[in-house]
T-cell receptor, first 113, second 114 residues
Framework: ETGVTQTPRHLVMGMTNKKSLKCEQH?????MYWYKQSAKKPLELMFV???????ENNSVPSRFSPECPNSSHLFLHLHTLQPEDSALYLC????????????FGQGTRLTVV | AQSVTQLGSHVSVSEGALVLLRCNYS??????LFWYVQYPNQGLQLLLK??????LVKGINDFEAEFKKSETSFHLTKPSAHMSDAAEYFC????????????FGQGTRLTINP
């Protein structure tokens, strides 16, 4: 248990569905992140929120829409995904502004059919 | 800009043997360097980190890594491999300013032979 909880752990969705991934941390961190982990590729940073403001969007398609309502919660809203979006989506949190360590959730395994 | 290269996508060692996982980095600012481990169906867990203090960093489960600026390397070692060390290992680099944005290497899958 790392203190970062992601739900659901597994998700299968059709290309026309709308779903959301949830991430929650109670570590007192003020930065949260979404990473995508695909087979045979390095982890890709998707979004960074620092102090509840989005500070980075790494050219992620608009079919992925993040939301950070407070410093403890982070969502990733999904709609009209493609099969190539199937991957493990990892949430992480840390203290912003210094070399603190990032804590990762266990991830959501997403399959788009 | 920062990047990480992990040499060898798959490393196999015998139980009790030395583990050596290689990582080279590129960074335009003084780097912070990390090694993470990922067990099957799990998220990433921090093994150790280098933050410009001692160049030899000790982590959990007897892992350690040495920062060598001249070689731009941060290789991970463990004197004696255990079966439970079988996992995927990721080297990562980040800068200092702003939120901590980790740039990961491709990962190295470590297999332990009995």
């Amino acid at each position: 248990e790392t203190g970062v909880t992601q739900t659901p752990r597994h998700l299968v969705m059709g290309m026309t569905n709308k779903k959301s991934l949830k991430c929650e941390q109670h570590l007192g961190h003020n930065a949260m992140y979404w990473y995508k982990q695909s087979a045979k590729k390095p982890l890709e940073l998707m979004f960074v929120y620092s102090l509840e403001e989005r500070v980075e969007n790494n050219s992620v398609p608009s079919r992925f829409s993040p939301e950070c309502p407070n410093s403890s919660h982070l969502f990733l809203h999904l709609h009209t995904l493609q099969p190539e979006d199937s991957a493990l989506y990892l949430c992480a949190s840390s203290q912003a502004g210094g070399p603190s360590k990032a804590f990762f959730g266990q991830g959501t395994r997403l399959t788009v059919v | 800009a920062q990047s990480v290269t992990q040499l060898g996508s798959h490393v196999s060692v015998s139980e009790g043997a030395l583990v050596l996982l290689r990582c080279n980095y590129s960074s335009s600012v003084p780097p912070y360097l990390f090694w993470y481990v990922q067990y099957p169906n799990q998220g990433l867990q921090l093994l150790l980190k280098y933050t410009s203090a001692a160049t030899l960093v000790k982590g959990i489960n007897d892992f350690e890594a040495e920062f060598k600026k001249s070689e731009t390397s941060f290789h991970l070692t463990k004197p004696s491999a255990h079966m439970s060390d079988a996992a995927e290992y990721f080297c990562a680099v980040s800068g200092f300013v702003g939120a901590q944005k980790l740039v990961f290497g491709q990962g190295t899958r470590l297999t332990i032979n009995p």
